[in-house]
């Protein structure tokens, strides 16, 4: 099964920027093209919350309206990496940042439609 491993968190002030990068192994690199991928955020007490989301076509989605225009999502097949660029930063966009992966790709939104998943990166924005 695949290990996912995310990098690029950091503290930022209101407006800057930052670009999460999750590596994949332990599995082919045709598997992970097959596969969905998506950037989750989780603030203390709150459900995760999916940001970003690449399916296998290559098509994205950005299910909150706060970070359409801001967040891109992209991936990098033959290097079985994601990333997640994140501009004009806002202290609301706090979180743990998660990257996830599924063979499926469910039309939803939610965690649980995610099988594997990273330990997570801290983003920190500052006003």
């Known amino acids: 099964q695949p290990q996912l491993v995310e990098s690029g968190g950091g503290s930022v002030q209101a407006g800057g920027s930052l670009i999460l990068s999750c590596a994949v192994s332990?599995?082919?690199?045709?598997?992970?093209?097959?596969?969905?991928m998506a950037w989750f955020r989780q603030t203390p007490g709150n459900e995760r919350e999916a940001v970003a989301v690449?399916?296998?076509?290559?098509?994205?989605?950005y299910p909150p309206v706060s970070v359409r225009g801001r967040f891109t999502i992209s991936k990098i097949n033959d290097k079985m990496s994601l990333f997640l660029r994140m501009k004009s930063l806002n202290p609301e966009d706090s979180a743990m940042y998660y990257c996830a992966a599924d063979p499926g790709c469910s039309p939803y939104y939610r965690a649980s439609d995610f099988t594997y998943w990273g330990q997570g990166t801290q983003v920190t924005v500052s006003s």
């Open positions: 690449i399916y296998r076509g290559g098509g994205v989605s």
């Open positions: 332990g599995i082919s690199v045709d598997i992970y093209s097959r596969y969905c």
